[in-house]
């Protein structure tokens, strides 16, 4: 049987980078004791006020239909809480509530761009960016952000890269799985290009509260860009939310109306109960949950201290996020053949950052929010197995 162009589309590489994680799973599975460290999920719970308001909701019968665009008490609140974060001033209109900020970039490109139109990003980027990116048919033309720069985007790069083709560039600040947060001057600079050649940007910013030395800068906030940028967020990682799937897009102009008739035709709407726990997300922790943040930013430190001067391993400080990434490229093996062995002989799962772009080639990802015991036992046999592939090279 012959199947639709599509299945191509949303194949790629970027799903091999999960293998690791499903052997891992399946061994958890059957009882067995793993160290995962791979997927992007917090250790912290959803807070008890957040489970409680969802609970409240559903005895009150919040499981009907809600309005397509979203609660507007949630609309208000996401915009009120952009515009203090940003200063840009923000209408409750221009916000539509997704399930999750996957089906907001999903629902933004569909709208932006199609077949024949290019969308540039810069690379590392989130495993299923390529597939999501090119669904409608549109060309994905990565630029590389090197480790020797910080995995920080290149502006000339960016610029190189546009053509009469190009529809829009879609920027990650902090970056997955990088940690990377652009500097106000790097954005300024793509930004200057998006104004040249009359781009979009699309800015995923589901990170933009756990940032822990330089500032996060939304492009939307630089002169004569809320015109022509989509802002995606989420709560899945600011408040420990990954399985509640509650996300939104901030869109200038008809752009929302048009992302509101992509949801009626794939999604149709939030649950009540999942809207009624965003509300109290946001009034409650505004921002994120603070002893979140702190751990994260206090693990990463500890990551940095313990595993950088092992032979044949470099840590680089996360500025942002929930992931470090560590460089084996000295070990002179592949990451994939790294995290393989990691976990069959020591029990650790990690990801291979390969599938994340050619620019994350030789590194692994750890995810923060894994509880300090096992993440340190996890640190404790990284450091084991590197030493004896430095010793066997």
Same mark, same amino acid.
């Given at each position: 049987?012959?199947?639709?162009?599509?299945?191509?589309?949303?194949?790629?590489?970027?799903?091999?980078?999960?293998?690791?994680?499903?052997?891992?799973?399946?061994?958890? +599975?059957?009882?067995?004791?793993?160290?995962?460290?791979?997927?992007?999920?917090?250790?912290?719970?959803?807070?008890?006020?957040?489970?409680?308001?969802?609970?409240? +909701?559903?005895?009150?019968?919040?499981?009907?239909?809600?309005?397509?665009?979203?609660? &507007?008490?949630?609309?208000?609140?996401?915009?009120?809480?952009?515009?203090?974060?940003?200063?840009?001033?923000?209408?409750?209109?221009?916000?539509?509530?997704?399930?999750?900020?996957?089906?907001?970039?999903?629902?933004?490109?569909?709208?932006?761009?199609?077949?024949?139109?290019?969308?540039?990003?810069?690379?590392?980027?989130?495993?299923?960016? &390529?597939?999501?990116?090119?669904?409608?048919?549109?060309?994905?033309?990565?630029?590389?952000?090197?480790?020797?720069?910080?995995?920080?985007?290149?502006?000339?790069?960016?610029?190189? +890269?546009?053509?009469?083709?190009?529809?829009?560039?879609?920027?990650?600040?902090?970056?997955?799985?990088?940690?990377?947060?652009?500097?106000?001057?790097?954005?300024?600079?793509?930004?200057?290009?998006?104004?040249?050649?009359?781009?979009?940007?699309?800015?995923?910013?589901?990170?933009?509260?756990?940032?822990?030395?330089?500032?996060?800068?939304? &492009?939307?906030?630089?002169?004569?860009?809320?015109?022509?940028?989509?802002?995606?967020?989420?709560?899945?990682?600011?408040?420990?939310?990954?399985?509640?799937?509650?996300?939104?897009?901030?869109?200038?102009?008809?752009?929302?109306?048009?992302?509101?008739?992509?949801?009626?035709?794939?999604?149709?709407?939030? &649950?009540?109960?999942?809207?009624? +726990?965003?509300?109290?997300?946001?009034?409650?922790?505004?921002?994120?949950?603070?002893?979140?943040?702190?751990?994260?930013?206090?693990?990463?430190?500890?990551?940095?201290?313990?595993?950088?001067?092992?032979?044949?391993?470099?840590?680089?400080?996360?500025?942002?996020?929930?992931?470090?990434?560590?460089?084996?490229?000295?070990?002179?093996?592949?990451?994939?053949?790294?995290?393989?062995?990691?976990?069959?002989?020591?029990?650790?799962?990690?990801?291979?950052?390969?599938?994340?772009?050619?620019?994350?080639?030789?590194?692994?990802?750890?995810?923060?929010?894994?509880?300090?015991?096992?993440?340190?036992?996890?640190?404790?046999?990284?450091?084991?197995?590197?030493?004896?592939?430095?010793?066997?090279?």
């Amino acid at each position: 049987m012959r199947y639709a162009p599509f299945v191509q589309r949303v194949a790629g590489e970027g799903a091999e980078a999960w293998n690791i994680h499903m052997a891992a799973e399946a061994r958890v +599975a059957k009882g067995e004791d793993i160290h995962v460290l791979t997927i992007g999920d917090s250790d912290f719970p959803t807070p008890t006020s957040v489970a409680e308001a969802a609970k409240a +909701a559903i005895d009150a019968g919040r499981t009907k239909y809600m309005a397509m665009q979203g609660e &507007p008490a949630l609309r208000r609140i996401i915009a009120a809480r952009h515009e203090r974060l940003t200063g840009v001033p923000t209408r409750p209109e221009q916000v539509v509530v997704t399930p999750g900020a996957q089906t907001a970039l999903l629902g933004a490109g569909l709208c932006l761009y199609g077949t024949g139109d290019e969308v540039i990003a810069p690379e590392p980027m989130y495993a299923t960016y &390529p597939a999501t990116l090119r669904a409608g048919g549109a060309s994905l033309v990565t630029v590389p952000s090197p480790p020797e720069t910080g995995f920080h985007a290149n502006p000339d790069a960016i610029a190189a +890269a546009v053509t009469e083709r190009t529809r829009a560039i879609v920027l990650t600040t902090p970056n997955n799985p990088t940690g990377a947060v652009f500097s106000r001057e790097e954005l300024e600079a793509i930004t200057e290009i998006c104004l040249r050649h009359d781009l979009w940007v699309i800015s995923d910013e589901v990170y933009e509260t756990l940032c822990y030395g330089r500032p996060h800068v939304c &492009p939307a906030s630089l002169p004569g860009m809320a015109e022509r940028t989509v802002v995606l967020g989420s709560l899945s990682k600011s408040h420990a939310m990954a399985g509640w799937r509650l996300g939104w897009t901030i869109a200038p102009g008809d752009l929302p109306l048009h992302i509101c008739r992509f949801a009626m035709c794939n999604t149709f709407g939030v &649950p009540g109960f999942v809207q009624d +726990a965003a509300i109290e997300a946001l009034t409650s922790l505004p921002d994120a949950i603070p002893e979140m943040r702190a751990a994260y930013q206090d693990r990463a430190a500890r990551l940095v201290a313990r595993l950088d001067q092992v032979p044949g391993l470099t840590c680089r400080h996360p500025e942002g996020g929930m992931f470090a990434m560590i460089d084996i490229r000295a070990l002179g093996i592949s990451a994939y053949a790294f995290a393989e062995s990691l976990l069959s002989e020591r029990n650790v799962a990690v990801l291979p950052a390969d599938g994340f772009g050619p620019s994350a080639a030789g590194h692994i990802r750890v995810n923060l929010g894994t509880p300090d015991a096992v993440f340190d036992e996890a640190l404790t046999r990284i450091a084991a197995h590197a030493t004896r592939a430095a010793a066997a090279e």
